[in-house]
């Protein structure tokens, strides 16, 4: 246990405390900040906002990407994009932040619980299909779970801590099923399966930018798509469904306030600059710890699946088992060496114990067994 602490102060070459994830700014931050101030446009109207999503838009290969106060506020209107309405079933994995549930729940749907990979830790699209065919039936192009006699909307599989899901296999099943693919990429900007980046596979996506994101506007989000249609309308009701007018206030629906501070998006772009160099430097990160924990035959370090590219955003390892996690997590954190368990899964929280669950042996496995270490870039 000590030389893992003594590996990691080596690492971030300190002894004082290292915490689990730190935001960088390297680069033009503070001049574009000051811009943003000397223009007086820090609000909600500007050219950051603009400027961040044609150059997200670019980075990821979608067509559209519109900025968003939050990631859970993208993954809320990418839900009622892909028309989720109240009373309907959204199916997503057990192991994910509670964002993911809170945006479905917020439209009035529920949760559907499947199983993750155990080599991803996200959505498994053997689970997700074996689901369907054992709960669901196809009429009028139309999922009904036969359980619940509800409509299954969407999926939203989770590309946990920037590891690519079997995102194509998931899309393939969706497809067939009649079920919209609304990927929830908040942690994997800068991961990619087959060369295609994360969160652009289905008509929608989602990512996030909150303080421990790869990158970070402080906090923010941003919904991408290929669709001209639903980026207008994404647009529409991020910034109060409010019709285009000289000076006239006329709104045509109820929209939302999520859209993006100037400020925030300033912020942004500048961090945005950097990520290429944010990748290289964890991607190096986790060569080591891969190295490192290689010559330990009780603790894995958790690398990249098959035909995936990771930004390694949060670094995993995988212990032997619950007790064995609860000493490390002790000891780490006890040595100034800032580590966490993976979340609760989200179908044992109060509020989502009466939704559906299939069996989700994986994730309880892996609920037991995965603790993050200090992922941040390091300096120097
Ligand atoms: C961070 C995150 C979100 C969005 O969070 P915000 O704090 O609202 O930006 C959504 N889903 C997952 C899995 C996340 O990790």
Request: proline content about 3%.
């Amino acid at each position: 246990m000590q030389e893992i602490v003594d590996f990691i102060q080596k690492t971030f070459k300190t002894k004082e405390f290292i915490p689990l994830h730190e935001p960088r700014f390297f680069g033009n931050e503070k001049k574009y900040l000051n811009e943003c101030i000397d223009s007086t446009f820090v609000s909600s109207v500007g050219k950051f906002v603009d400027t961040f999503e044609r150059e997200f838009a670019k980075k990821v290969g979608s067509k559209y990407a519109v900025a968003t106060v939050n990631g859970t506020a993208a993954l809320h209107i990418a839900l009622l994009l892909a028309d989720v309405k109240q009373g309907d079933e959204v199916i997503t994995q057990p192991l994910t932040f509670i964002a993911t549930c809170n945006a479905i729940s917020y439209i009035g749907a529920k949760p559907v619980f499947v199983d993750v990979d155990l080599d991803t830790m996200g959505l498994s699209p053997i689970a997700l299909e074996s689901f369907l065919k054992a709960n669901c039936e196809i009429k009028d192009k139309k999922c009904i779970n036969k359980t619940t006699g509800k409509i299954i909307k969407a999926c939203v599989p989770m590309h946990t801590f920037g590891h690519s899901c079997h995102i194509e296999q998931i899309k393939n099943i969706c497809d067939a099923w009649h079920v919209e693919l609304v990927e929830d990429a908040a942690e994997s900007l800068g991961s990619y399966y087959k060369n295609k980046h994360t969160g652009t596979f289905g008509r929608l996506g989602a990512f996030s930018f909150n303080g421990n994101k790869i990158i970070t506007s402080g906090g923010g989000g941003v919904i991408v798509t290929d669709d001209e249609v639903l980026a207008k309308k994404a647009k529409h009701l991020t910034t109060t469904a409010k019709v285009p007018h000289a000076y006239e206030f006329v709104h045509d629906m109820i929209g939302y306030n999520y859209r993006m501070p100037n400020l925030n998006a300033a912020l942004l772009v500048a961090q945005l600059e950097q990520l290429d160099g944010f990748l290289e430097n964890k991607r190096e990160l986790a060569c080591g710890y891969a190295e490192f924990f290689s010559k330990m035959d009780d603790i894995k370090f958790i690398e990249e699946p098959n035909n995936a590219k990771s930004n390694y955003w949060l670094q995993a390892i995988l212990l032997e088992d619950k007790n064995k996690r609860d000493i490390f997590l002790e000891f780490a954190n006890k040595n100034g060496v800032m580590s966490r368990p993976i979340w609760r899964l989200m179908n044992e929280l109060e509020m989502f114990e009466a939704c559906q669950c299939a069996d989700v042996t994986n994730a309880k496995f892996l609920e037991e067994r995965v603790v993050n270490i200090p992922s941040s870039v390091r300096l120097g």
